[in-house]
């Protein structure tokens, strides 16, 4: 059973960069897509990025596309979220998904991370 944890949140002043990172445990990620989502308090979840299980393919919101990036190691069997110019409306708990379909910014996604939360204020 694939287990995803994630990690890499707290809090960055405007115009700041963190890295987020999903770590896989039970089951290889070549064979899953991963996708990064987000929820603000008092909104739904939005999808933020994904990648394709070969990792040819990746997808980005358009509110993130130019600051955000994702990648993989494959030897670590960890993605990657890394953000730069946050901004206070990036403020959210951001969770890790995967699953065996294409990538995409939409559910279902079949297993997901516990969460970390990334908090851009001054």
């Known amino acids: 059973q694939l287990q995803l944890v994630d990690s890499g949140g707290g809090l960055v002043q405007p115009g700041g960069s963190l890295r987020l990172a999903c770590a896989a445990s039970?089951?290889?990620?070549?064979?899953?897509?991963i996708g990064w989502f987000r929820q603000a308090p008092g909104k739904e979840r939005e999808g933020v990025s994904c990648?394709?299980?070969?990792?040819?393919?990746?997808n980005y919101a358009d509110s993130v596309k130019g600051r955000f990036t994702i990648s993989r190691d494959i030897a670590k069997n960890t993605v990657y979220l890394q953000m730069n110019s946050l901004k206070p409306e990036d403020t959210a708990v951001y969770y890790c998904?995967?699953?065996?379909?294409?990538?995409?910014?939409?559910?279902?996604?079949?297993?997901w991370g516990q969460g970390t939360q990334v908090t851009v204020s001054s």
């Open positions: 039970g089951a290889t990620l070549d064979y899953y897509a």
């Open positions: 998904a995967a699953r065996k379909l294409p990538c995409g910014l939409s559910p279902p996604y079949d297993y």
């Open positions: 990648i394709s299980s070969s990792g040819g393919r990746r």
